[in-house]
């Protein structure tokens, strides 16, 4: 009996965890809402205790626990690096079995900076890191030795020259021929860990090198279609004719950028009428605007209006492409390329020699 017992509870074990957890989740639904008052912090809190209580399944709390704290540092360094550069990012979002990513709400404008936010992250990482190994050798503990070492495997591993990775944005600023060097190693990583993430990151990598170098190069301009609103009164005001459903024609337009704010627009205009709609964000150019169809109808609030459907022929300016080309956002200083590039080199070497086989957590 004794000996069938224990293998009940043995079995019961992880189902009862899942059971544990299962109810710590739907308990805390009841605080969702005064998390979501929170803004952004309780946003952030909510996916770290979903992630917490996701590795539970797998591993001890402490250690879980633990993980995720070392992830938020790593987080924080890039949030601290982006403030110290004017730019606003969004709060960590954690993933489980993914890491955790913030965004940026406003681009970097030179890979300089680009590379300085990346690099914040496993600068502060391994930080927190060090002070996990500090801790437990003061304090005997041997869950902490755990905690720093994965703390340094991740930040060791954020600096692979793979993008979205940081080191594959660091590199932006010693020299693009790195994301090379990158696709290899990883190929070669790939084939020694056997890490289902690895595989997904370097298949996203790829592909992004191929819609940012090939695909669209050889793509050339494309065709965006699109409709627009117009108030009749336009029309009316302006003695113009409202076209026909089939009537087609090209439109003239007005392609400009505010120095004010850095902002692209282009205006499209109705002959005789004036403007009829406006784009915003493109910075590549509009080589032809033509109307294809047009439908009467009216609002909610029964006032009249026009739909006017048009198509745009547009070739994508390079800070559209998902890595970017131009030249100009990649000039950074000799001596800042040399010390990113020996310290990277430096970092990755490390990390060949202490990477173990089997599955790893990134952020």
Known sequence: MGLKHRGERKRGG????????????????????GLLKLGKVGGSLWSMLLMVGTYALIFPWTFSIGLVIMIFIHEMGHVLAAKQKGLKVTAPVFIPFLGALILMKKQPQDARTEAYIALGGPLLGTVGAVLAFLLARWTGVEVLYAIALIGFMLNLFNLLPIHPLDGGRIVTAISRWFWVLGLIGGLVLIVYTMSWLLILIWLLFAWQLWESFISR????????KFAADVDTALFEQSGMWIPSEEHQRDLPFHQYCEVENQQHWCDV???GVGVIHRFNGFTGGFRRVRLLKTEQGT????????RMHMTADYLPGESETVLRRDREYYRVPARVRLGLAVF??????????TIPRGPMVVS
């Open 269 to 271: 205009y109705y002959p």
């Open 299 to 306: 609002t909610p609030r029964g006032e009249r209006k026009v």
């Open 217 to 224: 190069k050889r793509a050339g301009a494309r065709s965006i």
């Open 14 to 33: 992880f189902w009862g965890r899942l059971g544990g957890i299962g109810a710590l989740i739907l308990g805390g639904l009841k605080y969702l809402p």
């Open 344 to 353: 990277l080199v430096y970092m990755v070497a490390m990390l060949e020699q």
